[in-house]
């Protein structure tokens, strides 16, 4: 049945979409170039690339306060990316989701390790894109990730409610957030101190954070977060 399945639906590079051989690689070795690392120096909150070295925070980080604590994107989002993302999240290539977990484990290791995360939690998505989906892209990344680490996963913590929130609990920066995005915390006091979010693709940073506000609201003491791809708006 597999090798059926392999004849009818070969992996296909998550580049040039063309089919692999079946050596059990990713990517074609031509290919990987496509994929651009986010080099150093970075900004020591978002993981921005930056010119300059002597500064540890990008400009955006310095005006804004972000929950998380640290984070690490993989890759640049360029066009390369997009489609990938696009096969992987809409089309259901879930080897491109193997690839982006064990690029993360291959040059990102270091870095969560010394986050020391007790539990990966991957973003939420609503009920609706999960319908049609069939999967959570961040989640079958977390888990990827967390079988090669060895760090438990813990999906259900965080929830995408896609409407405002109960408030009352929730104050201040961590209430706006929260309710912004339709981020909530599934426990009202969680066990674990040092969490690691993980996601697909980080944007402005604000899913992200309301994530990390949700889950430091019910008790978790750092958060970090990694993710296969960075596009920075400003
Ligand atoms: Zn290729
Ligand atoms: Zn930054």
Redesign the pocket.
């Known amino acids: 049945m597999d090798n059926l399945l392999k004849m009818i639906f070969p992996p296909r590079?998550p580049?040039?979409r063309?089919p692999m051989e079946d050596d059990g690689s990713y990517?074609?070795p031509?290919?990987e170039k496509a994929f651009k690392l986010i080099t150093e120096p970075r900004c020591f909150k978002c993981g921005r690339h930056m010119e300059e070295a002597e500064k540890a925070l990008c400009p955006e980080c310095e005006s804004k306060t972000h929950m998380y604590s640290y984070g690490f994107p993989l890759f640049e989002y360029n066009d390369t990316a997009q489609k990938a993302m696009i096969d992987y999240k809409k089309n259901g290539w879930k080897r491109n989701g193997e690839y982006f977990a064990s690029e993360i484990v291959k040059h990102l290791s270091g870095q969560i390790k010394r986050m020391k995360p007790e539990v990966l939690v991957p973003v939420p998505i609503t009920k609706k894109r999960l319908g049609e989906r069939g999967f959570n892209q961040s989640e079958y990344l977390a888990i990827k990730i967390g079988e090669k680490l060895g760090i438990p996963v813990e999906p259900g913590l965080l929830k995408r409610t896609g409407a405002a929130v109960q408030q009352k609990k929730l104050s201040g920066t961590a209430r706006k957030e929260n309710t912004d995005y339709g981020i909530e915390c599934t426990s009202d006091n969680v066990s674990y101190r040092r969490i690691c979010i993980i996601d697909d693709v980080y944007t402005t940073g604000g899913t992200i954070n309301a994530c990390a506000s949700a889950l430091m609201e019910a008790g978790a003491v750092e958060t970090g977060f990694v993710t296969a791809f960075a596009v920075y708006l400003s």
Do not use: G
Request: net charge negative.
């Open positions: 590079c580049a040039c063309e990517i074609h031509e290919c």
